[in-house]
């Protein structure tokens, strides 16, 4: 490969720096890279841009549920599930951590 695939995304995101997704997808990228703080940090640009980004708000609620921080899980699960989110491992995750709640 010529460039590297953060070149490739930093492109990306300054010829479309109002496309949530980028930073999405990017977020995912770096989560699976291991680099945590990252994703974190794309995920919530993405969320910036668009709020109701579904995809973004659940692998934000991912990553704060392995970190333990059961708040701030639920508050995105809760936002990514109000937006049809079809995926159940969060809220399947928080229920058997004693975490979700039911309004």
């Keep these: ?5 953060d070149c490739y995304f930093e492109r990306a995101m300054r010829f479309t720096p109002n ?12 989560y699976k890279k291991g ?5 974190v940090k794309e995920f919530q640009r993405a ?3 668009k709020d ?6 659940y692998n934000l609620g991912l990553i704060y549920l392995q970190k333990k921080q059961y708040d701030e899980a639920l508050k995105y699960a809760k936002k990514a599930y109000a937006l049809d989110y079809p ?3 969060l809220k399947n995750a928080l ?3 004693g975490k979700w709640d039911n309004p």
């Excluded at 496309?19 to 770096?30: K, N, Q």
């Excluded at 109701?52 to 708000?57: C, K, L, M, T």
């Design 52 to 57: 109701d980004n579904a995809p973004a708000n």
């Design 35 to 39: 680099d945590v703080t990252g994703a």
């Design 87 to 89: 995926v159940p491992g």
């Design 95 to 97: 229920v058997a951590a």
């Design 1 to 5: 490969m010529k460039y590297s695939f």
């Design 19 to 30: 496309d949530d997704g980028v930073y999405a997808v990017y977020g995912t990228f770096l």
């Design 47 to 49: 969320l910036e841009i």
